[in-house]
Each structure stands twice: as structure tokens, then as C-alpha cells.
């Protein structure tokens, strides 16, 4: 039996390594939780786990050195003694609904993984709306539960630890020399301090149909106000920064051109190398300030109820 991984966006892909690791590496730490003790119970005895993903998830696997297989769909990538595990997408994206159907035809045992509380209820809906759930859902803390109501029961969910901050500790111990060669590439010989903008793919998304209350392009442009003196933000004080603008791995290529002369635009490095690199990290509510903050990093987060 085996179990099969499968994931889409860079968010999931980052929660379902951290759970590989866990599955595989069994840490001290997580040895008497209940949630991922109640999941190894429902998984059973497995002889190998096979990783599938899709577009954006591919290279979060192989930069983590995790073999990885590209997702095609179809009933051939498992059977009825295999366990399905799958990150969730945001609505843009089908995979996971498609896959928990596939492997409910086949007999298959699934079990869906929430990354974080941010449109938990369109996880569970297809392009058309029609709900589709796995057998299990597993979530990383109480803020995802009111998202669910109505959409999973209550018995079919479990609370397990976060493991995306858990992975980025992990990560970060072997980021240090990529993070001195990144913060060099950034500063082209320079050495002033270095404030990261992590953006999000607000836009992209509106353009599909999800409304945003905060733009990316707003608070990229009040962030750059705060640095120009001409408002304030808590949290940013008026040194003299040198901007890194670190887009999202769904936005739009170029998206950000027209800021080069006041900013470097960089998606190199991992996060942990990114996260060390930085002195400064501002964003949104974007996955990675979670992990700056738990690695103990200055973090600013520009939308007032982000979590």
C-alpha cells in the first residue's frame, strides 16, 4: 500500500512536505499529538509514498529535494489500497476535487490538508461550484473551522499542528550560505539594509471572480510612500532601505516592471533563504510572513486583520 501525495499551489506543496517529513522522519515533537496520531491510525501500515503535482507545487518539491511526479489525472496513479493525500487549492483550480473523486471511485481513502484559513470553504468546490470533499479534512488551527460549517461534518475534521512554520525552522538551518549568496545578488556589492515586499496574486485572482478587500498594488504603493516619508506605517522606520519586491509564484510575469527603478523585483531563493536574507519583511497575509515571524524576523503586515 501506498500512500499517494498530491499537490497544486505553492501553499499546500509547503504543508505536504511538511508532512512527508513528519510521515517520514518522525519527529520527537509530534509524537503524542492527537490530530496526526488519529491520521496515522487512518493511514495504516504503508510500504512508499509517491509525490504527484501540478504547475506551481512541481518546483517547491524539488527544491526541497523530494522526487517528484507531474499530476495528469486519471484512476492509473492509484487503487483501493492506496491512501490519497492532498494539499487544497484556492478556486482557481480543480485538482484536489478532481482527484478525491477519482480516488472515491476507485475505493481509495482520501484526506484533504487546509494550509491556512483564507477561502477555506472554495477548497471544496470545483470550477462549477459543485461541492466535493475527501473522506477526511485536516486543518491547522480553530480559524479554519467557521469556514466549514455546512461543508464538512464536524466528525470528518481534525486539528493538527501547522507544519509550514515546523518546515521553515527545518529549512532554515541549511539556508544560511544561500542566503548570503541571495542577499548579494540583491545588493549587486552594496550593503544597506534590505526590506522585502512579499506580494500576492490579488489581481490574478479578482480577474477569475474572487473580490479582494486590499490590493497588492495598494499596499506596495503605501509601503513605498511610508519609505519616501509621506505617511507613516508602525513597524517601518525611515533608514535607508534597499526594496525587494518578491512576487508570488502564480503572479504574472513582469507584473512589477514598472517599479525597477525604485525597487529589485526577485523570486530566487527559497523562502528560508529569502526569510534570512531580509531584515525587514513586508506583506499581506501571504504564507511566508508566517514563517519570517516564527523564525523571529521583523515582520509588517499592511492588511489590518490578517491573522
Keep these: 500500500m501506498s500512500l499517494i501525495f498530491l499537490s ?90 478532481q482527484a478525491w473523486r477519482t480516488a472515491r471511485a476507485a475505493g481509495c481513502p482520501s484526506h484533504g490538508f487546509v494550509d491556512c484559513e483564507s477561502n477555506v470553504a472554495n477548497r471544496f468546490r470545483d470550477r462549477s461550484g459543485a461541492l466535493s470533499t475527501p473522506d477526511y479534512v485536516y486543518v491547522p488551527n480553530a480559524h479554519c473551522l467557521p469556514g466549514l460549517n455546512g461543508v464538512v461534518p464536524p466528525d470528518r475534521i481534525t486539528l493538527i499542528p501547522d507544519l509550514i512554520p515546523w518546515l521553515s525552522r527545518h529549512d532554515l538551518a541549511d539556508a544560511t550560505e544561500g542566503a548570503g549568496r541571495l542577499r548579494r545578488t540583491w545588493l549587486q556589492g552594496g550593503e544597506r539594509p534590505v526590506l522585502m515586499f512579499v506580494s500576492e496574486n490579488v489581481s490574478e485572482m479578482a480577474a477569475l471572480g474572487r473580490a479582494s478587500p486590499y490590493s497588492e498594488f495598494d499596499c506596495l504603493e ?45 523570486r530566487e531563493g527559497s523562502s528560508a533563504q529569502a526569510i534570512l536574507a531580509a531584515d525587514l519583511i513586508v506583506g499581506m497575509r501571504s504564507t511566508l510572513l508566517r514563517e519570517a515571524a516564527d523564525a523571529g524576523k521583523p515582520v509588517v503586515s499592511l492588511v489590518e486583520d490578517a491573522p
Design 222 to 266: 503605501r509601503l513605498l510612500a511610508c519609505l519616501r516619508g509621506e505617511q507613516a506605517i508602525a513597524g517601518i522606520d525611515r533608514r535607508d532601505w534597499h526594496v525587494v519586491i518578491r512576487p508570488h509564484p502564480k503572479e504574472a510575469p513582469g507584473k512589477f516592471d514598472a517599479y525597477r527603478g525604485q525597487a529589485v523585483v526577485s
Design 8 to 97: 497544486r499551489d505553492p501553499g499546500g506543496a509547503r504543508q505536504m512536505i511538511g508532512l512527508y517529513r513528519v510521515l517520514t522522519e518522525s519527529p520527537a515533537e509530534f509524537a503524542a499529538d492527537p490530530g496526526l496520531n488519529a491520521l496515522r491510525a487512518r493511514l495504516g501500515q504503508w510500504d512508499g509514498i509517491r509525490v504527484f503535482a501540478r504547475d506551481f507545487a512541481v518546483p517547491v518539491w524539488r527544491l526541497a529535494g523530494i522526487p517528484v511526479e507531474e499530476f495528469g489525472g486519471g484512476a492509473q496513479t492509484w487503487n483501493a489500497n492506496d491512501r490519497l493525500l492532498t494539499a487544497t487549492s484556492d478556486f482557481d483550480d480543480g485538482t484536489p476535487q
